[in-house]
């Protein structure tokens, strides 16, 4: 979106990519130091952006719009979301009665 204007983006489904990759069998302590690698990478991408370009747009597959400004939100809020969904799995497990086979 900084190189492009208005640049069209395939879509791209998450949940597709996780079963494709096999999220539920990487190791944790090998892909924990690769996200904060990426992280890091990420954060310095967005020291980058010039003050004027957070209001450049792309588009979706769809044909939805964003901006800079608006993907990165939604970026940032994504993985915070889904902690919140697994420290919930993890809350009804330890609620849920052991069961003994």
Do not use: C
């Given at each position: 979106?900084?190189?492009?204007?208005?640049p069209?983006?395939?879509?791209?489904?998450?949940?597709?990519?996780?079963?494709?990759?096999?999220?539920?069998?990487?190791?944790?302590?090998?892909?924990?130091?690769?996200?904060?690698?990426?992280?890091?990478?990420?954060?310095?991408?967005?020291?980058?952006?010039?003050?004027?370009?957070?209001?450049?747009?792309?588009?979706?597959?769809?044909?939805?719009?964003?901006?800079?400004?608006?993907?990165s939100?939604?970026?940032?809020?994504?993985?915070?979301?889904?902690?919140h969904?697994?420290?919930?799995?993890?809350?009804?497990?330890?609620?849920?009665?052991?069961?003994?086979?």
């Amino acid at each position: 979106m900084l190189e492009q204007d208005d640049p069209l983006f395939e879509n791209w489904d998450q949940d597709a990519t996780a079963i494709a990759d096999r999220y539920e069998e990487q190791d944790p302590e090998q892909v924990g130091p690769e996200l904060e690698r990426s992280g890091a990478v990420l954060a310095d991408r967005f020291d980058s952006v010039p003050a004027g370009a957070w209001t450049r747009r792309g588009r979706r597959g769809d044909g939805a719009a964003f901006t800079i400004d608006t993907f990165s939100r939604y970026l940032l809020h994504d993985p915070v979301h889904h902690v919140h969904d697994v420290k919930a799995g993890f809350e009804e497990l330890e609620r849920r009665p052991l069961e003994l086979s």
